[in-house]
């Protein structure tokens, strides 16, 4: 009996101690007074800085909606912009708290990275571009073609298993950067550009002449894009799964910016809920009550987010397609907050 009240003792000291450095990304975010957020080098409608240093975009939302949840001010959020290659060692090494850039669900990744998706911020799949003058209209006419692709990015093993599985003949012409990409492409290095398919989109948008490029039918992969933290932190990793539900279901709720201030006053059991008025949801997230009505405020619900980035008013001009919301169309759902 002697042993067993020491060795209890010792057992319940180190599950507080593991709890306690499991927890300790919000808490260092919150001493540092901002979030540190991964995006990419410039994707128009994703993650772009202006002439003034301004950084806009779908996945840059997602993080003003962090800061407003841990802050109430989406303002306290410092912007650390990343190649494909190096974004997974920057959250590995503690570089930045959160990675919003554009990055596919893999198990490859979660295995290999000692990171985890925190679920599904855009359902997108790859899909090629080509010059309107080379008159193609499926990915399966071009056979020969020189195809510019990112390094350390899913686009190049997705091509390969797409053109070798349709005896297509082809070349591969890698770049570091997006930039690189681009300027391959541009250039008449090679005859093909793909990526993600909202990528896509967004380069085109910022050509010389955009409407001289075509972004063909085919969608040749599963791309499910979503914010990344680390593997060690089960607190943060809720944060962040839940802002994301969080957006969700404030606008299947018809919760907005513009309405914020009528939703706290509802008597919807669901809408108190989200709000913070009924409940004590944000506690175990170790944020106040407050937390989603406080990020629906400053950045938007999802559908907000999703039409002032890259909707169809946009110069991108996406459509929702899988992305709208699973009662309207598409597989966007979130769990329930209670």
Request: proline share 4%.
């Amino acid at each position: 009996m002697r042993m067993i009240k020491p060795l209890l003792a010792a057992a319940a000291a180190l599950a507080l101690a593991v709890g306690a450095a499991d927890a300790q990304t919000l808490k260092t975010v919150q001493d540092r007074g901002k979030l540190v957020c991964g995006v990419s080098q410039g994707i128009a409608g994703f993650s772009i800085k202006d002439d003034k240093g301004e950084w806009s975009g779908f996945d840059v939302d997602f993080c003003r909606a962090l800061a407003a949840a841990i802050f109430n001010d989406p303002s306290k959020v410092e912007f650390v912009p990343l190649t494909a290659a190096e974004r997974f060692d920057a959250l590995k090494d503690k570089k930045i708290d959160v990675l919003s850039r554009n990055s596919t669900w893999t198990l490859g990744r979660e295995e290999d990275s000692n990171v985890v998706f925190a679920g599904v911020t855009y359902y997108d799949g790859q899909a090629f571009m080509t010059p309107k003058a080379a008159k193609a209209t499926s990915a399966l006419e071009l056979d020969g073609a020189k195809v510019c692709v990112q390094k350390g990015t899913t686009s190049i093993p997705n091509v390969k298993d797409f053109f070798e599985a349709n005896h297509v003949t082809y070349e591969i012409v890698e770049g570091d950067t997006v930039a690189d990409l681009v300027g391959n492409y541009l250039s008449g290095k090679c005859t093909v550009l793909t990526t993600d398919e909202s990528q896509l989109f967004a380069l085109r948008s910022q050509f010389p002449k955009p409407g001289e490029h075509a972004i063909l039918p085919d969608v040749i992969s599963k791309e499910p894009l979503g914010p990344v933290v680390r593997q060690d932190d089960m607190q943060w990793l809720n944060l962040v799964k839940w802002m994301n539900f969080a957006l969700l279901n404030a606008e299947e709720m018809g919760v907005s910016s513009k309405t914020i201030d009528e939703a706290l006053q509802s008597q919807k059991p669901a809408v108190k809920r989200l709000v913070g008025t009924d409940g004590d949801f944000g506690k175990g997230l170790g944020l106040s009550n407050a937390w989603a009505a406080n990020a629906v405020r400053s950045v938007g619900n999802y559908g907000e987010i999703f039409d002032r980035n890259v909707g169809a008013h946009t110069l991108l001009g996406i459509p929702r397609g899988l992305n709208e919301l699973w009662d309207n169309g598409g597989i966007q759902y979130a769990p329930p907050i209670r």
